[in-house]
């Protein structure tokens, strides 16, 4: 029997089958063949939420949760964030290798001159409710791009495909600041060519009168680190929208925007809001152990702390951690940091914590960070979703080029009844809904 195989008896027909083991998974597929007789379908695997089911092969992002490991490309996250702009990470992780200084220039010089939106786009947005969610209006404006762009429908031409993640990645930025500035009341600034990518963001969110805005090097260095922390994490909700969606062969456009809408939910790109809501509902470092001991008693989670994956320190987190302390030299210190330092230190030391893993991870300080550059806690999501784009579109181009994906069309366990009777409407009774 070879080595790399498994051996399934099927106990309804005491009949066995072998079939291959490779990468530690089997295909689902083979399991098909496991039947009870010629009107069975073949056996399927149920997995709600995908907990055990790798859904393609990826070479892009590697994580392995219990070590704390973050790669992009064999590098690890700590190594890219101390040496690279994100610019020259989103071209590791669509490209696959980073890029030499002449590749590096020539894709700046693309990236800067695809920033501009059409001005039909800054109309459409200007059709917002005042107040409307920077996060609505960001996915709202990506699929609106879908319209402007026909020719992004050519998903399988590679130089069509380069355009549009080079459109996409210029225009992001561009996209939110516009968003944060309309919540603000304040008129949309256009992009200025001369500034890096975290710079030109920064003088669209806060130009105001003055002829040209200049970045704090501090705090866009810091916003770039930032960007190169969130710029991908392989399989999550968002990366499997995208892939799920542009399956389809949809255009990037609505793949992007069907992947920032799945950011958009609590349990993803917004958690790092929460932490804000929890560091001021604590209000000051001596009520820490109080919380902390009401969350063991079952009321509430601590907020930024555990993730699904990492069962020990997120890699980001440290690195975020060492961020805003940069940051808040400039900005002044945020006195919630306090009370999250004061947070991490009883709770790392809790036998609740230890017990279950639950370590700090990406959001515990990122929110602070933010909130003291002056964001607010609104444009959270929108922040995670401009670097992200370019993972999005990494994991696009995978999915476009892997000759074994096909639509995305999970099976069903059906639970609903079989063929029943017509009933007319006079004799139907009502559901309670
Ligand atoms: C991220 C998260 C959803 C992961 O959930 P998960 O992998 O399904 O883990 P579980 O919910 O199974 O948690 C395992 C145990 O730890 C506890 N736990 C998990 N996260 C906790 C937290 N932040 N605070 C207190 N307890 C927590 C659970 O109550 C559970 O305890 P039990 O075994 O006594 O029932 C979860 O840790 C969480 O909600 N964290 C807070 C929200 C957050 O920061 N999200 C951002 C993720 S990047």
Not at 401 to 423: M, S
Request: with cysteine; charged share 25%; aromatic share 10%.
């Amino acid at each position: 029997m070879p080595e790399n195989t498994l051996t399934i008896t099927d106990n309804r027909t005491n009949k066995t089958y072998t079939v291959p083991v490779e990468n530690g998974t089997i295909r689902a597929m083979d399991l098909r063949q496991i039947r009870t007789g010629s009107d069975d379908f073949g056996l399927m695997t149920y997995d709600p939420a995908f907990m055990n089911t790798a859904s393609c092969k990826s070479a892009i992002t590697y994580i392995d949760g219990d070590k704390g490991i973050l790669r992009y490309r064999g590098y690890p996250i700590e190594v890219l964030a101390e040496h690279c702009t994100f610019l020259e990470v989103a071209y590791l992780l669509l490209f696959g290798e980073l890029p030499t200084e002449a590749e590096l220039t020539n894709w700046k010089y693309e990236i800067t001159h695809h920033t501009m939106l059409h001005e039909s786009t800054k109309t459409f947005m200007q059709g917002f409710r005042y107040d409307a969610h920077p996060m609505a209006m960001f996915v709202s404006t990506v699929a609106a791009l879908s319209g402007i762009y026909p020719e992004a429908r050519q998903v399988l031409d590679p130089a069509n495909r380069l355009l549009q993640i080079k459109r996409l990645i210029g225009k992001v930025p561009t996209i939110a600041a516009m968003s944060y500035r309309h919540s603000e009341g304040l008129p949309y600034v256009y992009p200025d060519n001369e500034c890096t990518y975290p710079e030109n963001f920064m003088q669209m969110l806060w130009k105001k009168v003055e002829p040209k805005y200049v970045a704090h090097p501090v705090i866009s260095r810091a916003l770039d680190i930032l960007f190169i922390l969130h710029a991908d994490h392989e399989q999550n909700c968002g990366t499997n929208a995208m892939r799920s969606v542009s399956s389809s062969q949809a255009d990037p456009y609505l793949s992007t925007a069907a992947a920032a809408a799945a950011l958009a939910g609590p349990l993803h790109g917004g958690a790092n809001e929460e932490v804000l809501k929890m560091l001021d509902e604590i209000g000051s470092k001596d009520k820490v152990w109080d919380y902390v001991k009401r969350v063991k008693e079952g009321h509430g989670k601590l907020m930024g702390f555990g993730h699904r994956i990492y069962k020990n320190y997120d890699p980001r987190a440290k690195i975020i951690k060492w961020s805003a302390e940069q940051v808040f030299q400039v900005t002044g210190r945020n006195p919630k940091l306090d009370i999250a330092l004061e947070l991490e230190r009883i709770a790392l030391e809790d036998e609740y914590f230890i017990k279950r893993k639950l370590y700090p991870n990406v959001d515990f300080y990122s929110g602070i960070m933010y909130q003291a550059m002056g964001f607010r806690p609104e444009m959270f999501t929108v922040l995670f979703a401009i670097p992200r784009t370019a993972g999005w579109l990494a994991q696009w181009q995978e999915l476009i080029t892997d000759p074994e994906q096909k639509i995305a069309r999970p099976r069903q366990v059906y639970t609903g009844h079989g063929t029943r009777p017509f009933v007319p409407i006079e004799k139907r009774t009502a559901v309670t809904v």
